[in-house]
């Protein structure tokens, strides 16, 4: 029995991609990361090494040493652990590849799955049914039913111990859904996305995308999502991308048994290289000739090595590249080092409205403008809904507009003097002008291809008849907070400050208190206690509402963060680092604050911080 059920604490994100951590009996697996796939009977890198290159967690195979009299010995009496010479955590796979590759397993699922416990496996498998592509829809259907049942049938076990619990589903999305909501409805603290080795040797990328984003959006975000065989350094930020934590592969060896080498974009042969890449840890070892002439099992576990430490370099980059919030641009630039990833890319696109809802509302980082692409990114969606529905709009030409400083005479003379809306054109998408300092408008370093827009001229009328910064926090605050509070939060009457440098809004003043201030950092607007009052009294229903507990709401007046664990409702169309209300059980407003995750998310996670207060009632 293990003592730890593990499960997902986050620290960094962007969209669906997280860096996390999780805790088993062996210690903690920072996120996103690999097992390596150990043999129990070869021994191809020394754990020394394995080490060295940072492994938190490997996956070995039970059933391989079950069925060694010897290893199965050694296993029973002292532990998995001691058998492997591994200390960190150790998952364990059922042989439901083997019964894939070999045909039936001689083992049932639940003496398999005790088997595990009694070796003391940090995170066990069931004997789930591994659907493969070919596989129809009925046959397919019927895996989903029957891995959820065998999961059903050892749920007694489940309750104390780490069993994962794979999600099935072939190549049919309405199966990948319905196993991803199956699978995350029982005691399962670990979900690996199963059947997919054939598509991943396949490159089928595009396919792979269906289906882990299938499976991601129906599953419960506070378990980790694993991708059974994904370990192909080309792929995976793109698997990250879409929400896969944790990977596991054996292509390190395989790649190696076929004197191949593993590169962040692809493969080489050892025969075809003149020279190692300065990152791999052999180059100051051995040039490519040296290796070439090797002896057999010496080239192999060194190109192994070599392969391994390209893994884990490539999981480095990407765990940078979230921290940074620079991801998908990183998955777009490498989209472009094969056809397969970026049909895989363009896939993705087409999920851009249901990807949306999980993108912050700022990032550190500038948005990158590569045109028609970008456009139809999350980010691109999102303004995309900002688009007039009306006829009676006017594009910005390039002259008038450049990120993001909007000409002076052209706020005075033109907008002020005008009733149309104004837009910024971005290869076609139409951004509106109120966004101009909001992320990414602002922040966004365009491809810079001039081209007048062939906009509608204005015809302006003699006397100001709007003032641009009211306009502009309207429709912030329209964006922000739902339709038509703008108007209502930022009235005629108040008084707006500017920053005498820079002429940027600072705070919004109404009847002598500070409603609101503007965000220097992404743009958007901050909202202080009495703005926030102003909103909830406008506001019915949940809406940009998290309610907590009594007994939170008593720590949140006071400025403490809120938990996961003590929200009792929300509204689930909240963006990430939006600002949000905290009420308590009688909807009294305690504090405002500033939402970590999507409303999507908010009932999801048990461990950490949901929302870090920025002001509050006492
Ligand atoms: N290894 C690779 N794919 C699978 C799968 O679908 N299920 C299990 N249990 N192991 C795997």
């Keep these: 029995m293990s003592g730890n059920r593990l499960e997902m604490q986050i620290l960094h994100r962007e969209g669906l991609a997280r860096i996390g951590r999780f805790k088993t009996d062996h210690g903690f697996v920072d996120t996103p990361n690999i097992m390596p796939v150990i043999n ?3 021994r191809t890198l020394s754990m020394d090494i394995m080490k060295k290159l940072g492994t938190q967690a490997i996956i070995t195979n039970s059933y391989i040493i079950r069925r060694n009299e010897d290893l199965k010995e050694i296993a029973l009496s002292k532990g998995l652990h001691h058998l492997i010479g591994f200390d960190g955590t150790i998952m364990t796979d059922s042989g439901t590849f083997q019964s894939y590759v070999y045909g039936d397993v001689e083992y049932e699922n639940r003496d398999t799955v005790e088997f595990q416990l009694k070796i003391k496996s940090d995170i066990s498998t069931i ?7 070919m596989d ?12 959820h049942k065998r999961f059903m049938e050892i749920a007694d076990l489940a309750g104390k111990n780490n069993i994962s619990g794979p999600i099935q589903g072939s190549v049919y999305d309405d199966l990948r859904v319905k196993s991803a909501k199956l699978m995350s409805g029982t005691d399962s603290t670990y979900l690996p996305i199963g059947g997919v080795v054939p598509l991943l040797e396949q490159y089928r990328y595009s396919k792979l995308v269906d289906i882990i ?25 793109m ?29 080489r042969n050892l025969k075809d290289i003149t020279e190692l890449p300065y990152w791999s840890p ?9 290796l070439r002439k090797a002896e057999e099992n010496e080239k192999f576990s060194l190109l192994a090595e070599h392969n391994l430490f390209a893994i884990f370099q490539e999981l480095s980059e990407i765990r940078e590249r979230i921290r940074e919030n620079t991801l998908w641009q990183y998955v777009e630039s490498k989209s472009k080092s094969h056809p397969s990833l970026y049909s895989a890319f363009r896939r993705i696109l087409r999920y851009s409205e249901n990807l949306e809802p999980y993108f912050e509302l700022y990032r550190k980082s500038p948005l990158f403008h590569f045109g028609e692409e970008t456009n139809q990114s999350p980010y691109g969606v999102r303004l995309k809904k900002l688009q007039p529905s009306d006829t009676d709009y006017y594009t910005l030409s390039s ?11 052209f706020v005075k003379n033109v907008y002020e003097k005008t009733e149309g809306h104004f837009y910024i054109n971005w290869f076609g998408l139409k951004v509106p002008l109120e966004m101009e300092e909001a992320y990414p408008v602002e922040q966004v370093i365009p491809w810079n291809e001039e081209k007048e827009s062939g906009s509608k001229k204005p015809i302006p009328k003699d006397i100001k008849i709007r003032d641009f910064n009211l306009e502009k ?19 005629d009457n108040c008084e707006i400050a500017v920053s005498r440098a820079t002429g940027r809004i600072r705070t919004i003043t109404r009847e002598g208190k500070i409603i609101a201030t503007m965000r220097a950092h992404d743009g958007f607007i901050g909202l202080t206690f009495a703005g926030g009052l102003i909103i909830h009294g406008m506001s019915e229903g949940i809406k940009n509402r998290v309610m907590v507990t009594e007994e939170s709401a008593t720590y949140n007046s006071q400025g403490k963060s809120v938990f996961f664990k003590f929200i009792t409702n929300f509204d689930d169309r909240i963006i990430p680092l939006n600002d949000v209300l905290v009420v308590d059980p009688n909807d009294r407003l305690v504090a405002v604050g500033r939402s970590m995750v999507s409303g999507k998310e908010l009932g999801m996670y048990r461990e950490g911080t949901a929302v870090s207060i920025n002001h509050h009632l006492e």
């Design 127 to 133: 004997l789930d049914i591994f659907s493969t592509p």
């Design 282 to 290: 052999l180059r100051d070892r051995f040039s490519t000739q040296e």
């Design 473 to 491: 926090l309207r429709f912030l605050a329209d964006f922000q907070f739902g339709e038509n509070t703008g108007k209502k939060l930022f009235t």
């Design 213 to 237: 984003i299938n499976s991601k959006l129906n599953s419960d975000f506070s378990k980790p999502i694993h991708l059974f065989g994904g370990g192909h350094p080309m792929f995976m930020g």
């Design 136 to 147: 129809s829809w009925e046959k397919a259907n019927q895996a989903v039913d029957e891995t």
């Design 40 to 42: 129990p009977n070869i």
């Design 399 to 409: 002259g008038d507009w450049k990120p993001a400083r909007l000409s002076k005479d």
């Design 239 to 267: 698997a990250v991308l879409l929400g896969v934590d944790m990977f596991d592969s054996a292509s390190y060896v395989k790649y190696a048994r076929d004197d191949r080498l593993l590169y962040p974009d692809g493969t």
